[in-house]
């Protein structure tokens, strides 16, 4: 169903939010990868390919152990897998999770033999059998002595170390959106809850394989894109459709702010026809209620000529926080949605 109140109440504060991302005179393709990759973010930090928040990482790397009862896998029941937040291997399986009353998700067994490694510990005082990734080497909680049968061991976990995978996500679906520069759009998606996967690259144009510099010459045809991998059990597309509304101003004909060109179309890459009729539906209501001044430009088109953006993209926005692009126009943009889309992110 289609909701746009929160839509409509976040763009009545509309003026203050385009004053952040256009009130300075930068464009995304002036600061490219003549900017060398700095340090990570200071909400993120790397670990192994990915990178995780620093309360993960203060579990996961430095040992730490989160407060009882606050973890979000505690009294959670789905069927599924648990498995590893730092390099994905998998775990625990749900079928061996119980309430053990500790505050700390508990399972009586691991889901294969050398899953997890154990490690005395001796820290606290305490004599204690400490539990990690057998993969990444990642800290993960500990195992006692005091759990059921049939194995009689209480395997207790961090909430943070471990990431779910329910058993029937198998299927993703894809969507794809231009809605300006594709690190912001990347940096956003990529934080909500059932996102798999972002991908920054180039839509809708001519040119084959086309290069970073020849997009933002404004030539090819092609707009900057973030092609979205979601859990459609987790996210719907419409959900997602709310945080493209959000991101960016799309009754702004070919710019975005002060990025000017054809390549920061407002489009809709429709993936399925059912895509396509949720996207003009949302159109006409939005159209509809006023939610803007101005008309609606985004185009819907079907899913074309896409290409994958080159490497140095990737998580941009994560791994060059000093570039000033990055400062002055995707971090202020970013901290917003984090606090408009708090329930929805995977960590919150
Ligand atoms: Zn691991």
Redesign the pocket.
């Given at each position: 169903m289609l909701d746009i109140t929160r839509l409509r109440n976040i763009w009545l504060n509309r003026n203050a939010f385009l004053a952040i991302i256009s009130g300075c005179f930068l464009s995304s393709c002036t600061y490219s990868q003549n900017d060398a990759p700095m340090k990570s973010s200071s909400d993120l930090v790397p670990y192994g390919d990915k990178m995780l928040p620093k309360n993960v990482c203060q579990v996961i790397q430095d040992g730490g152990t989160e407060r009882p009862f606050t973890g979000k896998y505690v009294y959670h029941k789905e069927k599924g897998t648990y498995c590893?937040i730092?390099?994905d291997?998998p775990l625990f399986a749900s079928s061996t999770k119980y309430e053990s009353g500790s505050g700390w998700p508990s399972f009586y067994d691991v889901i294969s033999s050398g899953a997890v490694k154990e490690v005395k510990d001796l820290s606290h005082g305490m004599e204690r059998v400490e539990i990690r990734?057998a993969?990444?080497d990642?800290h993960l909680g500990h195992v006692f002595e005091d759990g059921p049968k049939p194995t009689g061991l209480r395997y207790c976990l961090n909430s943070v170390a471990l990431d779910f995978v329910a058993e029937n996500s198998g299927t993703t679906e894809e969507a794809t959106f231009g809605a300006g520069c594709f690190w912001c759009v990347e940096t956003c998606f990529k934080e909500l809850e059932g996102v798999v996967e972002v991908y920054p690259g180039y839509a809708g144009g001519k040119t084959m394989n086309p290069t970073y510099e020849q997009v933002c010459s404004g030539t090819t045809g092609h707009a900057e894109v973030a092609r979205i991998v979601f859990n459609p059990q987790k996210i719907s597309f419409d959900e997602l459709l709310e945080l493209f509304w959000w991101i960016h101003d799309p009754t702004q004909l070919n710019r975005q702010g002060n990025d000017v060109g054809t390549q920061y179309r407002s489009v809709v890459f429709y993936h399925s026809e059912a895509q396509k009729s949720t996207t003009e539906k949302y159109i006409e209501k939005l159209t509809k209620e006023k939610v803007w001044d101005n008309p609606v430009v985004t185009e819907v088109k079907e899913i074309n000529n896409f290409y994958r953006a080159e490497q140095y993209h990737h998580d941009y926005f994560n791994l060059n926080p000093q570039n000033q692009y990055c400062q002055y126009v995707v971090k202020p943009k970013v901290e917003k949605f984090r606090k408009i889309f708090k329930e929805k992110l995977k960590y919150h």
């Open positions: 590893c730092g390099c291997a990734c993969k990444c990642a």
